[in-house]
């Protein structure tokens, strides 16, 4: 066969043509996002909880009258408690890993505009903050496990569908493949997007040093996307006060091993500047809860019963058992250093 250009022309078509189709397959049959739900793999290490946990919503839109926002720290806040003392409220829960105001502010933008269509109104807003992370470099939209659905973004559609159908994602799909092996119950190893960045260490197993504190501790409000973030936050406080949703927002109270990255005082004067937004229960750091290994599953989540605790100060002002001091309504006159 005499190879001439339009052969080598229809063998690179033909090349690029089934490299595409197996990308194609192995992005629907892998479903590494769990965009496509066909679970031959069940196990997902990367799945898309902003995806997910926004089709979930809007399931039972009609009868959500509470939005819960968080990153993975929001996992120690217990629904069914923060239910029960904002009035029975049935809240949604928009807690993701990572997650940060630019998760979600498209989110309360739209449940507000859909309530408001229907001649209704969200009633119930509890967003927890994490002071320590704020100005870091936002993962929202960035790879395919953090794309936000097309209803909060705008994007067409078929651009967003086709994005995930042709995504190459070796590790994703070795990962699932190989997570599919493993006996029922194994340990599945963390999600790739974890939160702080810094290593994720169980409390109970350290050292009264575990980690090296670095010479010079971060500085929140020096970080580039700072100012953007509080505006961000200023519009998202300004929404629920427009549309009459009643707003609270907490800090995560931070393990004294986090907080030893951070500097401090200027930490103080981030809480300050998210305080002159809105109020806000500021939970800091205080010695005896970085005591309790007990409270923690590591160094930056925090276990139910903090959040419990959390939730009855916001609600009663009830301090924890031995009138423990914990968490401060700001704007106020701001502690030592020490006392956060």
Not at 20 to 40: C, T
Not at 251 to 270: E, F, G, K, Q, W
Request: aromatic share 8%; net charge positive; hydrophobic share 40%.
């Amino acid at each position: 066969m005499r190879l001439t250009p339009k052969f080598y022309a229809l063998t690179l078509i033909a090349v690029c043509f089934i490299s595409l189709a197996v990308v194609v397959a192995a992005n629907v049959l892998i479903d590494p996002q769990r965009m496509f739900g066909l679970e031959l793999f069940p196990n997902k290490r990367n799945e898309n909880l902003r995806y997910a946990q926004y089709l979930a919503y809007r399931k039972v839109e009609p009868s959500i009258g509470g939005l819960m926002f968080a990153s993975s720290r929001g996992s120690g806040i217990p629904l069914d408690v923060l239910s029960a003392r904002t009035g029975g409220v049935r809240y949604a829960d928009f807690t993701v890993g990572a997650g940060m105001i630019t998760d979600h502010l498209p989110v309360l933008e739209r449940a507000i505009r859909d309530k408001a269509a229907r001649g209704e109104r969200l009633k119930q807003v509890f967003l927890l903050l994490d002071v320590d992370l704020l100005g870091e470099r936002p993962t929202t939209n960035r790879n395919p496990q953090t794309q936000l659905h097309p209803d909060l973004t705008g994007e067409d559609p078929v651009r967003f569908w086709v994005r995930y159908l042709t995504a190459i994602q070796f590790r994703a799909w070795r990962d699932d493949v190989r997570r599919a092996s493993l006996p029922k119950g194994a340990d599945l190893d963390e999600p790739v997007i974890v939160e702080p960045p810094l290593p994720r260490i169980r409390v109970a197993t350290l050292g009264p040093l575990p980690l090296p504190i670095p010479k010079e501790p971060m500085r929140v409000t020096a970080r580039p996307d700072y100012q953007r973030q509080l505006g961000l936050i200023r519009r998202f406080a300004e929404l629920c006060r427009e549309h009459g949703v009643n707003l609270t927002i907490a800090t995560s109270p931070i393990h004294r091993i986090t907080l030893s990255y951070v500097d401090i005082n200027d930490l103080m004067a981030a809480v300050a500047d998210v305080s002159g937004i809105a109020p806000l229960w500021d939970f800091g750091s205080p010695a005896w809860l970085s005591d309790r290994h007990d409270l923690w599953a590591d160094h930056s989540h925090f276990t139910d019963e903090v959040g419990r605790m959390m939730i009855e100060r916001i609600a009663t002002g009830a301090l924890p058992p031995g009138a423990l001091q914990f968490g401060v309504r700001r704007p106020a006159a701001e502690p030592s250093a020490t006392g956060r």
